[in-house]
């Protein structure tokens, strides 16, 4: 190929990548796309672009999938800069990405494990440093609707899975730049051994193999006919919350409430969950009767969620449980506060509540899509954890999958109810009992049956996201080996 159809070959390929990272996540859900989703763009960074231009690879295929994924994500709810988030990413991307000299300069050795390191190092830096977007767009994520996969998270968490298909995904590209390299492909890049690259993709074998294999096995080992209790998320459709919405008045909101609390109960429902910012007064103070009186005459168990964001009075996101006999449980507050947001009564506190149907709990939006509530709430028994959220326009396609790892990493039952486009009931080992998404908005009385967790967590819920940390260690210590080695070649060269 000459120069320009190599270039033009490249761009497509690169293009490539970024369809089948797009088409991995929901709303498309093509889940096996991302065990390959980035073999033909690194591939072109490798083989096809000028060394000097090659980060146009991986500029290219993250502004085809983060550029609409994140529009649609967050909409215009947060101004141009995350609205272009993934534009953003994919230009500073290919300013300051220079890995491909470094790669052939050690004859590729690193190519793998910088890979991998560079990618789940990157997802827990982001994880921490940026709390609007935090695990979101996880590789893992696209997963979720395969419990048979999935499970070994329980173990190695959202992280390990992530490393597992990044390995294979740059075992495979190193294979193909290697077979390439033996049909005398690229005489001016160094020739990637091909023993190397077998053993990489040997390597990358065996890990998955023993990945399913796990992962079959503890699916097995669940129980085959485990009691369950009946739940109800309530999806009223109120786009705004309740402090902002000067038409869905408190009487309005308990009117929706009440009749869907009533139509829960009449499937049987047991336990019932609102949406985050459903009411802005709290239940204890305003409504107390009515709320008591809906919760004694159903039989139910009543997650109240609220806001209070009233002059005079100390601004606060809170859950709290109401029981049949008219009694509250202690408040949840909501404990990741993302950027926007500002509350005078602090999270961090994990209370569970023992009812007849077990150790329930609460969660509260971003609280969901970060690893830590779930994981402290499963420390003190959580059995199953409601979580209510307020998202944001694109977020309810996606948020279920986040929260499927929460109930599988601990082996807690999950209920996610969204204000406008989202309701999901979870199962410990991070079966879909019941999932309605609708990203235009509806009314929605989910009910389902669902089992409960073991109450006693997993060897994740002990370990936390030690892995997470272990790859973004390397990652930076191989940015420094970078940098070392890349002033010491540079000073030879001079000499």
């Not at 490539?16 to 996540?25: E, K, V, Y």
């Not at 065990?35 to 060394?51: E, N």
């Not at 096995?217 to 902002?244: D, I």
Request: with cysteine; hydrophobic share 45%; proline share 5%.
């Amino acid at each position: 190929m000459n120069n320009r159809t190599r270039i033009i070959t490249g761009i497509l390929l690169s293009a490539l990548s970024g369809a089948m990272l797009l088409l991995s996540f929901p709303p498309y859900g093509i889940w096996p796309l991302a065990w390959i989703a980035f073999v033909p763009g690194v591939f072109a960074q490798y083989r096809l672009m000028p060394r000097k231009h090659s980060s146009i690879a991986p500029a290219i295929y993250l502004l085809i999938w983060l550029g609409p994924y994140m529009a649609r994500l967050f909409g215009t709810e947060f101004g141009p800069v995350f609205t272009y988030l993934g534009v953003i990413i994919a230009v500073i991307t290919y300013f300051i990405n220079r890995e491909r000299g470094f790669i052939e300069r050690t004859g590729y050795r690193w190519m793998v494990l910088q890979g991998v390191a560079g990618w789940v190092g990157f997802e827990m830096v982001r994880t921490t440093f940026l709390p609007l977007v935090a695990t979101s767009a996880f590789i893992g994520y696209t997963q979720a609707t395969q419990p048979w996969l999935i499970q070994p998270v329980s173990v190695f968490s959202i992280y390990g899975l992530n490393c597992v298909i990044m390995l294979v995904n740059y075992a495979l590209v190193q294979a193909a730049i290697a077979w390439y390299d033996r049909r005398g492909g690229d005489s001016e890049s160094p020739v990637v051994d091909h023993r190397m690259s077998v053993r990489w993709l040997t390597a990358a074998g065996i890990t998955l193999s023993a990945w399913i294999g796990i992962s079959i096995v503890m699916l097995s080992g669940a129980p085959e006919n485990p009691p369950t209790v009946r739940v109800a998320a309530l999806r009223a459709n109120y786009p705004l919350p309740a402090h902002h919405d000067d038409v869905n008045t408190d009487e309005v909101r308990f009117g929706t409430f009440s009749w869907q609390a009533y139509e829960a109960a009449d499937q049987g429902a047991q336990i019932v969950f609102t949406s985050e910012m459903m009411f802005n007064f709290d239940p204890q103070e305003k409504y107390t009767e009515e709320f008591r009186q809906i919760a004694a005459e159903t039989d139910t168990w009543i997650f109240i969620a609220y806001s209070v964001i009233k002059e005079g009075e100390p601004s606060r996101n809170q859950t709290v449980l109401l029981s049949p006999d008219g009694s509250f449980s202690e408040v949840y507050n909501k404990t990741h506060i993302p950027p926007g947001e500002a509350y005078d009564v602090p999270g961090g506190r994990y209370p569970v509540f023992e009812t007849p149907y077990g150790t329930l709990a609460a969660m509260i939006c971003a609280d969901g899509n970060y690893t830590d509530v779930s994981r402290q709430l499963a420390l003190n028994g959580a059995q199953l954890i409601g979580v209510g959220y307020k998202e944001f326009p694109g977020f309810g396609e996606q948020l279920w999958q986040n929260t499927t790892f929460r109930a599988v990493e601990n082996h807690t039952s999950l209920v996610v109810t969204g204000a406008t486009s989202v309701a999901a009931i979870i199962d410990p080992y991070g079966k879909i009992v019941e999932l309605d998404v609708n990203k235009e908005g509806s009314e929605v009385v989910l009910v389902g049956d669902v089992s409960l967790g073991s109450g006693e967590g997993t060897l994740y819920t002990s370990l936390g996201d030690i892995l997470g940390w272990v790859t973004m260690i390397g990652w930076v210590g191989l940015m420094v080996y970078q940098s070392v080695e890349e002033r010491r070649w540079k000073k030879q060269a001079e000499s």
